[in-house]
C-alpha cells in the first residue's frame, strides 16, 4: 500500500516569497491534516479536512496561510509571504475517520528554511 | 492548548539503561498512539492502544494506556543507540488527533 506522497522535500526561499506544498494521502483515507513542526517538537495541526470538508482550522495563519482539497484527495497548502518563523517541516498526514482504532500516517515532510 | 503533556522533554541515557516515558492529560482519549521520528522523517507509528489498562509489548518497548485512558507510558528495556529519536504520543477524541509536546531521546553507545 502506497503512503502519504508529499512534494517538494525540501524548499529555500526569501522572506515575502510564497511556497506551495502538495500532498497526495493514502488511497481511501478521508480525513487529511496538514501539520507544521519545529525542530524537537511536536507538530502542531493547521487544518485537517474530512473529505473536502474543513474540520478544524483555527490554528492556521489565515492572512498568509491557505489549503485546499478540492476533489477530496490531493491537498495543497500555500504560505504567501513567507516569514522568516515559518521555517519548519510541514507534514501532511491521513487517516480513516479519527475514530477508536485508527490511527494517522504521515508522509515524510516538506521541510522549508526561509531566509 | 497542549492536551497531552510528555516528560521527560530531553532524556540522554547511555546504551543498556532502561527509561519511561510518560504522556498526561486531562482529557479522556478513544486511542492513543505513539510514534517514534528520526531526523528528516515522517513520524512512524509504533502502537495503538485503545482499551483503559492495556499493555502492549513491542520487542523491548512495553506501551501502557491508563485505566482512565487519560496517560500513557512507553517503556524502553536495555535502550540501543538505534533508539534515539522524537517519540510522540497522540490522542483521539471526537473527530481530532491531539499530539503531545514530544520527548527527544538520545542513546550514547
Known amino acids: 500500500e502506497a503512503g502519504v506522497a508529499q512534494s517538494p522535500r525540501y524548499k529555500i526561499i526569501e522572506k515575502r516569497q510564497s511556497v506551495a506544498f502538495w500532498c497526495n494521502p493514502i488511497s481511501g483515507h478521508a480525513t487529511l491534516y496538514w501539520y507544521q513542526q519545529i525542530l524537537g517538537q511536536g507538530p502542531k495541526l493547521l487544518i485537517q479536512?474530512?473529505?473536502?470538508?474543513?474540520?478544524?482550522d483555527s490554528q492556521l495563519p489565515k492572512d498568509r496561510f491557505s489549503a485546499e482539497r478540492l476533489k477530496g484527495v490531493d491537498s495543497t497548502l500555500k504560505i504567501q509571504p513567507a516569514k522568516l518563523e515559518d521555517s519548519a517541516v510541514y507534514l501532511c498526514?491521513?487517516?480513516?475517520?479519527?475514530?477508536?482504532?485508527?490511527?494517522?500516517?504521515f508522509g515524510e515532510g516538506s521541510w522549508l528554511t526561509v531566509v | 492548548t497542549q492536551l497531552l503533556e510528555q516528560s521527560p522533554q530531553f532524556l540522554s541515557i547511555q546504551e543498556g539503561e532502561n527509561l519511561t516515558v510518560y504522556c498526561n492529560s486531562s482529557s479522556v482519549f478513544s486511542s492513543l498512539q505513539w510514534y517514534r521520528q528520526e531526523p528528516g522523517e515522517g513520524p512512524v507509528l509504533l502502537v495503538t492502544v485503545v482499551t483503559g489498562g492495556e499493555v502492549k509489548k513491542l520487542k523491548r518497548l512495553t506501551f501502557q494506556f491508563g485505566d482512565a485512558r487519560k496517560d500513557s507510558s512507553l517503556h524502553i528495556t536495555a535502550a540501543q543507540p538505534g533508539d534515539t529519536g522524537l517519540y510522540l504520543c497522540a490522542g483521539a477524541t471526537g473527530n481530532q488527533f491531539y499530539f503531545g509536546t514530544g520527548t527527544s531521546l538520545t542513546v550514547i553507545p
Open positions: 479536512f474530512q473529505n473536502n470538508g474543513v474540520v478544524d
Open positions: 498526514a491521513s487517516s480513516l475517520v479519527p475514530d477508536s482504532g485508527n490511527t494517522i500516517y
